[in-house]
């Protein structure tokens, strides 16, 4: 079966320090693909990024990283010099192509809280 | 632009009424999704439809009600068996292949006093 552990339930840092938000997956499937997204308090979940698993290069995107590690069934988002419109709920969610046209499985999401 | 829109964004109802969200996307996508989110709990999934006049239970169902008459289109229906309808209330929509990821829209803030 599909899981999506995200452990960090809640993450207070203030302006400025850098934070890594973390995202352990399972899946018996060699293909998979990955997912992290951002809601911010408005509610709409906006798309941050997508993986598959044959490319494990860390990805930056502006103050954004995020490291995939097969051998640690990681996923992990860090954001560096973290500002006020960081804060927002992240999720990250999984897809496994070999698993027929199931949903995504999402992990439960970590609030972030940077303050000023 | 395309997207996902949701209407309302706030809804009142009185407890014992049915009231149904309303979900258009015209992103052309062919699978849509009905999640739920109460206040610090992830997401659950309550029903999806992958092609027009098909739909599946996700994992909380009961209470609730679908259908799929267009491909843009995917209402749901909170029915007076649910049981705590008080929630936020996403939509997504996908392709057939949900590898690429899904599209949200807005979401409905539901309140039953």
């Known amino acids: 079966a599909q899981k999506v552990t995200q452990a960090q339930t809640e993450i207070s840092v203030v302006e400025k320090e850098d934070v890594t938000l973390d995202c352990v997956y399972e899946?018996?499937?060699?293909?998979?693909?990955l997912f992290w997204y951002k809601q911010p308090p408005s509610g709409e979940l906006v798309f941050l990024i997508r993986?598959?698993?044959?490319?494990?290069q860390n990805e930056i995107s502006g103050r954004y990283s995020w490291n995939f590690q097969k051998s640690t069934s990681s996923f992990n988002f860090t954001i560096t010099a973290s500002q006020v419109v960081d804060s927002a709920v992240y999720f990250c969610?999984?897809?496994?192509?070999?698993?027929?046209?199931?949903?995504?499985?999402f992990g439960k999401g970590t609030r972030l809280s940077v303050i000023a | 632009d395309g997207g996902i829109t949701q209407s309302p964004k706030y809804l009142f109802r009185k407890e014992g009424q049915n009231v149904t969200l309303s979900c258009e996307q015209n992103?052309?996508?062919?699978?849509m999704y009905w999640y739920r989110q109460d206040p610090g709990q992830g997401l659950r999934l309550i029903y999806y439809?992958?092609?027009?006049?098909?739909?599946q239970k996700g994992d909380i169902a009961e209470g609730y009600s679908v259908s799929r008459e267009k491909k843009e289109s995917f209402p749901l229906t909170v029915t007076s068996a649910q049981k705590n309808p008080t929630a936020f209330y996403l939509c997504?929509?996908?392709?057939?292949?949900?590898?690429?990821?899904?599209?949200f829209g807005s979401g409905t803030r539901l309140t039953v006093v």
């Open positions: 997504a929509s996908s392709w057939r292949d949900r590898n690429y990821g899904y599209t």
């Open positions: 899946t018996r499937d060699t293909t998979y693909y």
């Open positions: 993986r598959n698993s044959f490319d494990e």
């Open positions: 969610a999984l897809s496994d192509p070999n698993s027929g046209n199931t949903p995504l499985v």
């Open positions: 992103l052309n996508h062919d699978a």
């Open positions: 439809s992958q092609i027009v006049n098909d739909f």
